[in-house]
């Protein structure tokens, strides 16, 4: 039976290199699973965040490093944990998986998702984003781990947030955190980051979990921050501002319950 928890959402200025981010990871959690925290979640990109070429260059390294990682912090603070985002390597042209893992307090793989929507964008601020051009789109929307006292979890990643149909299905399929781990560039998170947020919590009745990137990484790569946390109804129990830190709040199946009595919007769906 669902109960009332903390959840942290990490947010990290992440760099290119692999154990000092991972250290701060680390740190992070620990924090975290101090004040309570039994649902700890990482942002996109934390164990590497630079330019494609090195992220391709060192992924065998990032992957394997990352997973072990997840694994044992995992257990060592006793906390279901999700890496928002980390390359695994697929196939023989040198592409990876944008890959989030939700590990549980004893190690184990609960839930994998491989984050379908890539995000190839030119922004007028003059960064231009070819996420497809080393990724490997995911080919299966993500499943709803269904654990018995944290309730329904539903994994997505970043760019995802723009694609509400993603959020349908996981609501549909018992979902009563969604997580959005991201790497948010700093010119569209102004505007549209906690909007989307807070709509995809709306229309599912469901609380929304976003680790967040925060900064500068390289050169001219800077992510927007904002790490929060928002309960079913949309309103924001947690935002973690624009320095790496934690943001911590309380899932409530008491709060979950009484949103989706107040507006049963998933009862009433015409098209599905």
């Not at 990682?69 to 196939?91: D, E, S």
Request: charge should be negative; aromatic fraction near 8%.
């Amino acid at each position: 039976h669902m109960k009332s928890y903390l959840a942290a959402a990490i947010q990290m200025t992440s760099l290119p290199d692999v154990d000092k981010n991972l250290n701060q990871a680390e740190e992070f959690i620990e924090l975290a699973a101090r004040r309570g925290a039994e649902l700890v979640s990482l942002p996109e990109n934390f164990a590497f965040l630079g330019n494609e070429e090195d992220k391709i260059a060192q992924a065998e390294k990032i992957a394997t490093h990352t997973e072990k990682f997840l694994t044992t912090t995992a257990q060592k603070f006793q906390v279901t944990l999700v890496g928002g985002g980390f390359p695994v390597p697929v196939g023989t042209e040198g592409k990876v998986y944008n890959t989030a893992l939700l590990v549980g307090p004893n190690g184990e793989e609960l839930s994998r998702y491989e984050k379908a929507h890539l995000f190839d964008v030119d922004l007028p601020d003059g960064n231009t984003y070819r996420e497809s051009s080393t990724v490997m789109a995911g080919l299966k929307l993500p499943d709803v781990y269904h654990s018995p006292e944290l309730g329904g979890i539903g994994l997505s990643v970043c760019y995802d947030v723009r694609f509400p149909e993603l959020y349908r299905h996981l609501s549909k399929l018992g979902a009563d955190v969604l997580f959005v781990p991201a790497a948010f560039t700093a010119y569209t998170g102004k505007d549209h980051w906690q909007v989307l947020l807070q709509a995809r919590a709306i229309e599912n009745t469901c609380y929304v979990i976003a680790p967040a990137q925060t900064g500068t990484h390289y050169a001219m790569r800077q992510t927007h921050g904002h790490a929060m946390i928002i309960d079913p109804w949309g309103a924001i129990l947690a935002d973690a501002g624009d320095l790496p830190g934690v943001a911590i709040a309380e899932i409530s199946p008491t709060r979950l319950a009484r949103a989706r009595a107040q507006m049963p919007s998933l009862q009433h769906r015409v098209f599905s």
